[in-house]
């Protein structure tokens, strides 16, 4: 079966291309290589790579595609405030430019990753499913992925099977590792200073899950039966899997021996919510059994920390933080304004 991924060089992607490469799957990637030297070991895995921003992408990209896995996106809210015309263009116009496309070239799946993000501020301490629950997207990121789930259900028929996944927070090991996501940044906070530096009180909740589970949830989206999947979205998580940001630091914590805790109060976080996994697990319980907690998944950042020589510049720097190697690309002109390729 042959798989489209676009964003298949960013963090999630390097991870989810390389066990599809072990399960068979024939892969093409499709990214702009915005972070193509922010890699810490090897990344690849695929039969052929385009090297394209997905507001450019063409039917030509897409012809003699069995399903796509559709990643590319200005990946957080803080990306997403940073010119919000083109996180419009890039995170919505562009997905449903893709997904046209893909239904006329015949393509049988499309498998969205999408956000909890759209979830936003929920006052109430009831966890939130994927339909009743109320939207509430504080950020123009949040808002685009929400708008883009509404939008390509409607597009979705039995021949061509639409599914959006809304990953909680992913934390976990990866060739392009990302340390502005809160529980790496905890772990890689005390590793490399030891100390964990928390901007606001610690109160809000979190969901997370492990990026290799991420993985497989989605690849479910591609092996289950269409009428498991077909215009449904899932929130990926794991089993009591919300944690306030005080319960993540203090995991991080107790995995780096003498670090410490420091409440830095800088900000009041304005999302907090609890999420419910019942959906996933109830009707892809045979396809999504999650394997990684975040006792394990700090250990295995620590173990890759020690094996790349993991330092402070690395964790500080814009080689693991997305919106500071945006910010490099900018003031070197590699990008332009609109978050597009000089050819510099």
Request: hydrophobic share 35%; net charge positive.
């Amino acid at each position: 079966m042959k798989i489209l991924v676009t964003g298949n060089n960013g963090y999630i992607g390097t991870v989810l291309t390389d066990i599809l490469h072990n399960q068979n799957f024939d892969v093409v990637g499709l990214d702009n290589n915005y972070f193509e030297k922010c890699n810490f070991t090897k990344v690849g895995n695929v039969s052929n790579q385009i090297i394209r921003d997905i507001r450019d992408v063409s039917i030509k990209d897409v012809n003699n595609i069995d399903g796509i896995i559709h990643l590319a996106s200005l990946s957080n809210d803080p990306l997403g405030e940073l010119i919000p015309k083109a996180t419009e263009d890039i995170n919505y116009k562009s997905t449903i430019k893709l997904a046209n496309l893909a239904k006329k070239a015949g393509v049988k799946r499309f498998v969205n990753v999408s956000s909890q993000s759209m979830y936003g501020i929920s006052n109430d301490d009831k966890e939130l499913d994927e339909d009743n629950s109320k939207k509430n997207p504080l950020t123009v990121y949040a808002a685009t992925k929400w708008k883009s789930e509404i939008e390509l259900n409607q597009m979705s028929d039995d021949n061509f099977v639409v599914t959006s996944f809304r990953p909680s927070t992913v934390f976990g090991v990866s060739p392009r590792l990302r340390c502005d996501i809160i529980f790496n940044y905890f772990v890689a906070c005390a590793y490399t200073t030891g100390k964990i530096e928390i901007l606001s009180n610690g109160t809000p909740w979190r969901p997370v899950v492990h990026i290799k589970d991420v993985c497989q949830a989605i690849i479910a989206g591609i092996k289950a039966p269409k009428e498991l999947v077909n215009k449904k979205s899932f929130n990926v998580g794991i089993k009591n899997g919300n944690f306030t940001v005080k319960e993540l630091a203090k995991i991080a914590q107790k995995s780096v021996p003498g670090s410490q805790l420091l409440f830095l109060n800088k900000h009041t976080d304005s999302r907090t919510y609890k999420v419910s996994f019942n959906r996933i697990f109830s009707q892809l319980g045979n396809f999504y059994k999650p394997q990684w907690n975040l006792e394990m998944g700090a250990k295995e950042l620590i173990n890759y920390f020690k094996r790349i020589k993991f330092t402070e510049d690395d964790f500080r720097g814009r080689k693991c933080n997305r919106l500071k190697q945006i910010h490099y690309l900018k003031s070197k002109k590699f990008i332009s304004d609109e978050l597009k390729k000089t050819g510099i």
